[in-house]
């Protein structure tokens, strides 16, 4: 019998270098995780609409991908335009 696994809609985000950098993030850890845009646009720059996008990932493994994410903030490889949800 195949095991139910949850996530959660841990960190938020609007910035698209970010997401590439938190796909690769979480691509590097072996991570399942699914990234979601929704929204109605957050700025309009340029002609450009930056859209809400939303990183869920394995509930047993929230805790380990905030760890990543904050390095990364702290680092200053991820902007701190983003937000965690969980």
């Known amino acids: 019998m195949a095991n139910r696994i949850s996530f959660v809609d841990l960190y938020s985000f609007y910035n698209d270098m970010d997401g590439t950098l938190i796909t690769s993030m979480m ?16 700025i309009k720059a340029d002609s450009i609409e930056y859209r809400e996008r939303l990183v869920s990932v394995e ?24 937000k965690f949800r969980y």
């Open 59 to 82: 509930q047993e493994k929230a805790e380990n991908v905030r760890k990543i994410i904050n390095e990364a903030i702290r680092s200053g490889m991820l902007s701190k335009e983003g």
């Open 27 to 42: 691509d590097g850890q072996n991570i399942c995780y699914s990234i979601r845009t929704f929204g109605a646009p957050h």
